[in-house]
T-cell receptor
Framework: GAVVSQHPSWVICKSGTSVKIECRSL??????MFWYRQFPKQSLMLMAT?????????EQGVEKDKFLINHASLTLSTLTVTSAHPEDSSFYIC???????????????FGDGTRLSIL | AQSVTQPDIHITVSEGASLELRCNYS??????LFWYVQSPGQGLQLLLK??????LVQGIKGFEAEFKRSQSSFNLRKPSVHWSDAAEYFC????????????FGKGTLLTVNP
């Protein structure tokens, strides 16, 4: 149980285009989803937290207009990298929590990540 | 603010040897602690978690971790390592707040020699 599907797994696109990444919880309802960015050989950096039906909360230093997050349903969140540039190339990972009562012990379940390469 | 320290960036062990990955945390309240494993190019898989009760926690794939409040540690152990255990291991603490965000350590890369 607790499977999170992330799509696409790898995308290459030209500079200036926008890229959408989907994160789906397949067998549970995710009240909260998280988006991370991971640089090579480094840890995960939290970009934003999204709750279903409300605006995402972005971490300090993350551009809201660059990284658009939509959490339209309890099973789907999307991250859109707008007007992507080579410096946006990275590994993006989403995760989802399945604890509607906000029990802190509820773990995050992670997708397999999306490798984004901007040429 | 909470923080997680994984002192070892890279550890190499022989297959069949025992393993201990260190994790120290800094958090003012009762911590909720997690260990995740990441294979190359993939997401993270939860190995085990601690939030209360028995301080020795059993996880998947034969891993266990022990919470020691006096040492602010949550070290991960495995008695006999398999080649398939080679991966990156991340310790994380739940930082509370309304969304219970995770703070990750920088990770420990495990190499297993045949």
């Amino acid at each position: 149980g607790a499977v999170v599907s992330q799509h696409p797994s790898w995308v290459i696109c030209k500079s200036g285009t926008s890229v959408k990444i989907e994160c789906r919880s397949l067998d549970f309802q995710a009240t909260t989803m998280f988006w991370y960015r991971q640089f090579p050989k480094q840890s995960l950096m939290l970009m934003a937290t999204s709750n279903e039906g409300s605006k995402a909360t972005y971490e300090q230093g993350v551009e809201k207009d660059k990284f658009l997050i939509n959490h339209a349903s309890l099973t789907l969140s999307t991250l859109t990298v707008t007007s992507a540039h080579p410096e946006d190339s990275s590994f993006y990972i989403c995760s989802a929590r399945a604890s509607p009562d906000r029990v802190p012990s509820g773990p995050q379940h992670f997708g397999d990540g999306t490798r984004l390469s901007i040429l | 603010a909470q923080s997680v320290t994984q002192p070892d960036i890279h550890i190499t062990v022989s297959e069949g040897a025992s393993l201990e990955l260190r994790c120290n945390y800094s958090y003012g309240a009762t911590p909720y602690l997690f260990w995740y494993v990441q294979s190359p190019g993939q997401g993270l898989q939860l190995l085990l978690k601690y939030f209360s009760g028995d301080t020795l926690v059993q996880g998947i794939k034969g891993f266990e971790a022990e919470f020691k409040r006096s040492q602010s540690s949550f070290n991960l152990r495995k008695p006999s390592v398999h080649w398939s255990d080679a991966a990156e291991y991340f310790c994380a603490v739940n930082s509370g707040g309304s969304n219970y965000k995770l703070t990750f350590g920088k990770g420990t890369l495990l190499t297993v020699n045949p």
